[in-house]
């Protein structure tokens, strides 16, 4: 499989940043191995519905490229879709459909060829290694749960941030929106939660304290997107982050009788809000 990469403008305050490297970091053996490619960054023009090329970033050294929300001026709710292609390839100034990323594989480990990707607030960052699917990109419609949203808190100077970041390759199939409903501990769909969120960007929900944070997670019918969640706390003597990526309620069961068996109960219990 091959992955794209984005950098997200969550909001006014947040920018981002990342770090590609050509080093096959999880090849097997004890030899360093490098995959060579060069890595255009795209942005939706939401008007001519179009992928727009915005930069062909050099190295900042031998081995790694380093890419921010802020040299690229993106504001808040949009994102820029980073795509490593072969060297010799043309990368189109206009497009309809983002090109294919190159598979940065050597081997056949089943692992994903991630970045890093770093938020930025007041001073301080947090990071995790992140990728998009290619074939997540390709489809077109979909359904997901996120689980785990731990955004409850006594601390006054924290707020908690849900951001849904969707990347659809091409889009002539697409219609402009999706939507996202909040839902309880008991999986149920909370009344008037629900919010339309745009294709190729970010939608970000904020939960201050004293406020309902959303309950228990987010479910988004009509496209898939990457579930992120931030905690940002600006108290008198320190500022802290916290920046983390939930999977799917699959990857809780293992091998595929528990998963055939429990996620149909555990959909259910969703009153028909996703089917993944």
């Known amino acids: 499989m091959s992955y794209y990469y984005f950098l997200p403008k969550p909001t006014d305050e947040i920018d981002s940043s990342i770090v590609v490297t050509d080093l096959v970091a999880n090849s097997r053996?004890?030899?360093?191995k490098k995959v060579s490619?060069?890595?255009p960054v795209y942005q939706f023009d939401f008007t001519l519905k179009v992928w727009r090329l915005r930069k062909m970033p050099p190295k900042n050294s031998e081995l790694h490229w380093q890419i921010s929300s802020t040299d690229?001026?993106?504001e808040p709710g949009q994102i820029a879709v980073v795509v490593p292609i072969e060297l010799n390839a043309v990368a189109p100034k206009t497009t309809g459909r983002l090109p294919r990323p190159v598979s940065r594989k050597v081997d056949g480990s089943p692992v994903?060829?991630?970045?890093s990707l770093r938020l930025h607030w007041r001073g301080v960052s947090s990071s995790y290694q992140s990728e998009y699917p290619e074939n997540m990109a390709d489809r077109h419609d979909g359904q997901i749960v996120s689980v785990g949203f731990g955004g409850n808190t006594n601390n006054a100077s924290t707020e908690s941030l849900f951001c849904a970041v969707n990347v659809s390759r091409d889009t002539s199939a697409d219609s402009a929106t999706y939507r996202i409903v909040a839902f309880d501990s008991l999986g149920l769909a909370i009344e008037g939660t629900e919010q339309r969120a745009y294709r190729n960007a970010c939608h970000t929900i904020v939960s201050r304290t004293g406020e309902s944070n959303c309950g228990f997670g987010f479910a988004g019918i009509g496209a898939l997107f990457i579930p992120l969640y931030v905690s940002t706390s600006a108290?008198?003597?320190t500022r802290q982050m916290s920046f983390e990526h939930t999977h799917p309620p699959s990857t809780m069961f293992w091998r595929e009788i528990a998963r055939e068996y429990c996620m149909p109960k555990f959909r259910q219990s969703w009153d028909g809000t996703s089917n993944q």
């Open 112 to 115: 994903a060829s991630r970045c």
């Open 72 to 74: 690229l001026d993106l």
């Open 29 to 32: 053996g004890y030899v360093h």
């Open 235 to 237: 108290s008198t003597a």
């Open 37 to 39: 490619f060069q890595l």
